[in-house]
């Protein structure tokens, strides 16, 4: 099988990346599709998948109406070379409109449920993966729910084993304690009207963090002057590393936000926009989400002068897993007896259990 995966994001590529490598072992031929936006590129690299380059991400919304058009038509002309026989995404209208082109089937993830996004690409979509919701704001004859979250397809114990090594690429001993914070661009389409942390805020927080603990920072932009000598310099491959062993993570992101909750790692979100991915990890209490500034940092050093706080959040992340399914291994399955895979979960929804 034949299989193009459109990547929108960092994340994305973790997402796909062990579903990719392991039904690459089965003998299915990938390739995968991007812009050059952010560490796409490296990670593709990374993991040595053949990939396509779609040039600049537009930002500005004229910017974003031309995409539209500029990476459907590049979507569809490497579509027409490669001739895959699955498109597969994130959410990707690219890949949806060249799936619907080239007549063959579409399987998308939903978590961020952007309804201008969705629109554009669910018309043209097979099968809709989300996460089990009580209410989801998704409903669809399209739709296949399960027990997971996006990131359990990389960081689920099965996947994913931290390496302490990240202490010598972070120019640390063995366990010192350090803190990580997450600033976004705020130029993705869901970003539009949100909001988190002011730029006076950004330099209290650290200045106020780095009398207690070492502050390293990820950022989508350029960072201030006042800010540039906390950038984490790290591959971007080995964030997870570093995630899963910090003392605590503050940030803008929900997806390294998600992240630090399945390593078990107490993490502060603070953005106006309120995803219901973050809304349940919250009841496992993995995450705070805050936007009140005295109460971000009130919590951040409560966390950082507890000594026991990290043992506490794996008891949580513990708790969690015990609910939740390896979806890296329900992937392969679905894919592998599509479409056969949505009848089984639509008359038997419990199905999905023995991939826990």
């Known amino acids: 099988m034949k299989i193009l995966i459109d990547i929108g994001h960092p994340g994305h590529v973790h997402l796909f990346k062990n579903f990719a490598l392991e039904m690459q072992k089965g003998g299915h031929e990938f390739l995968f599709t991007c812009r050059d936006?952010?560490?796409?590129?490296?990670?593709?690299?990374?993991?040595?998948?053949?990939?396509v380059v779609f040039g600049k991400k537009f930002n500005s919304t004229i910017g974003k109406i031309f995409g539209l058009l500029k990476f459907d038509i590049q979507e569809i002309l490497?579509?027409?070379?490669f001739k895959p026989d699955l498109f597969m995404s994130?959410?990707?209208?690219?890949a949806a409109h060249a799936s619907f082109v080239m007549r063959k089937p579409h399987i998308s993830f939903e978590d961020t449920f952007n309804m201008e996004q969705i629109r554009l690409y669910k018309p043209f979509t097979e099968a809709i993966l989300i996460n089990n919701f009580k209410n989801p704001p998704l409903v669809d004859k399209r739709v296949i729910t399960?027990?997971?979250?996006?990131?359990?397809?990389y960081?689920?114990?099965?996947?994913f084993r931290p390496n302490k090594d990240i202490f010598k690429l972070l120019c640390l001993e063995n366990g010192k304690p350090?803190?990580?914070l997450r600033f976004v661009s705020w130029n993705a389409s869901h970003d539009v009207g949100q909001g988190g942390m002011?730029?006076?805020?950004?330099?209290?927080l650290v200045k106020e963090l780095s009398k207690k603990i070492k502050v390293f920072i990820s950022s989508e932009g350029e960072l201030p002057k006042e800010l540039k000598e906390y950038q984490i310099k790290i591959p971007p491959e080995k964030m997870h590393d570093a995630l899963a062993f910090a003392t605590l993570f503050i940030g803008e992101g929900a997806t390294m936000a998600s992240e630090s909750a399945m390593l078990g790692t107490p993490s502060i979100y603070i953005n106006t926009l309120h995803p219901l991915t973050i809304q349940e990890q919250e009841i496992y209490e993995l995450i705070f989400y805050m936007n009140s500034n005295d109460d971000i940092l009130k919590k951040a050093l409560e966390i950082i002068d507890n000594k026991n706080s990290k043992n506490e959040?794996?008891?949580?992340?513990?708790?969690?897993?015990?609910?939740k399914i390896d979806v890296t291994a329900f992937l392969i399955w679905f894919v592998e007896n599509y479409p056969k895979s949505i009848e089984i979960l639509k008359n038997n929804p419990d199905y999905q259990k023995r991939f826990k």
Do not use: C, Q
């Open 90 to 94: 994130h959410g990707s209208m690219y």
């Open 146 to 153: 399960y027990d997971g979250y996006h990131e359990l397809a």
């Open 78 to 81: 490497t579509a027409i070379k």
């Open 313 to 323: 959040f794996l008891l949580k992340k513990e708790k969690m897993l015990s609910d």
């Open 178 to 180: 350090y803190v990580i």
């Open 37 to 51: 936006k952010e560490f796409e590129i490296e990670l593709l690299k990374s993991y040595g998948f053949d990939y």
């Open 155 to 159: 960081l689920h114990p099965n996947r």
């Open 198 to 204: 002011s730029l006076e805020f950004k330099i209290k």
